[in-house]
């Protein structure tokens, strides 16, 4: 038996066969036409889809797992407004889906799919509550608890990046000021080094005159520049007193992160888990963090394990 994965997203659309195992069978991936609207969108899913369907040839197929941005209400199966794709506004994302498959369709906020894949055939493999955590663009995240998959109403729940941190704080995306996304995403750490680089002499960052991205920064800090290290201590402070309220509500046995910047994840851990072991409550202070074990592939994985679990 296998399952459709499609991992839809702003700049690609992914597609894979996966198997009972969480093995990838085979793969396809094309650049997101995210200008085009969601008629030509649904038509590269269709595409990538046949394609690898007429390679292989499967015995059975048993659905199609869809991950999309969010907020994605999943229980009308109606995207209210995908930001990063044109003309997904109140778009009936699942019906339109379910019209092109012959096979049962599953649609799951982007960073709920991750933390199935996660749970399933990743890091989180066997354990009962989880929080998954991507730290990336934005900060987006997936719970596991009492081995369920927490949904909430519309299937929107743990939209965890929008936990609000500073009173009157930074600007985020949402709408809101102060939520832990415009703190400790990818984008809010490289935006907050290039002001810092800007204000000090004797750093390395941004002096080639490029724009400057988190992975320079981390570049920077290997070489020993002291602003970079810094700069990524207080990034990880930040992710650790954001980990650390998650650990509060949940009680996860693991937090797994993924996401952008856990490629650099060996450098934040220890600043991560030293914030959760001085400040989270004593009972608390053993939960570790943990890198996410399927990498970019979470969301691809966990959209085509919703097609096993929704058939059992
Ligand atoms: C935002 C929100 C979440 C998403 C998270 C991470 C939108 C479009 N997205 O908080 O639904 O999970 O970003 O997104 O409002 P990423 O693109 O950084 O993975
Ligand atoms: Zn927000």
Known sequence: QIAIGIDLGGTQVRAALVDEHGG???????????????????????????????????ASVVGVGVSAPGPLDTVAGVASNIPTLSGFVDFPLKAELQKRFPFPVDLENDAIAAAIG??????????????????????????????????????????????????????????????????????????????????????????????????????????????????????????????????????????????????????LQPGIQAYITQWAMPAFKDVKVVLAALDQNSGLVGAAALAFLSGK
């Not at 069978?25 to 007429?54: F, K």
């Open 118 to 267: 996660e749970w399933q055939f990743g890091a989180g493999k066997g354990l009962d509550n989880l929080v998954y955590v991507t730290v990336s663009t934005g900060i987006g995240g997936g719970v596991v608890s009492d081995g369920r998959v927490v949904r909430g109403r519309k299937g929107m729940a743990a939209h965890v990046g929008h936990m609000s941190v500073v009173p009157n704080g930074e600007l985020c995306p949402c709408g809101n000021r102060g939520c832990f996304e415009a703190y400790g995403s990818g984008t809010a750490f490289a935006r907050r080094a290039q002001m810092r680089a800007m204000e000090s002499s004797g750093t390395t960052i941004g002096s080639d005159g490029g724009a400057i991205d988190s992975r320079g920064v981390f570049a920077a800090a290997r070489d020993g520049d002291r602003l970079a290290n810094q700069l990524i201590d207080e990034e990880a402070e930040i992710l650790g007193r954001g980990f650390t309220s998650l650990i509060h509500i949940f009680s996860p046995d693991i937090i797994v992160m993924g996401g952008g910047l856990s490629h650099e994840f060996d450098r």
């Open 24 to 58: 990838i069978l085979a793969r396809a991936a094309e650049p997101t036409d995210a200008l085009a609207g969601p008629d030509r969108v649904l038509t590269q899913i269709c595409g990538l889809t046949d394609g690898l369907l007429a390679a292989s040839n499967p």
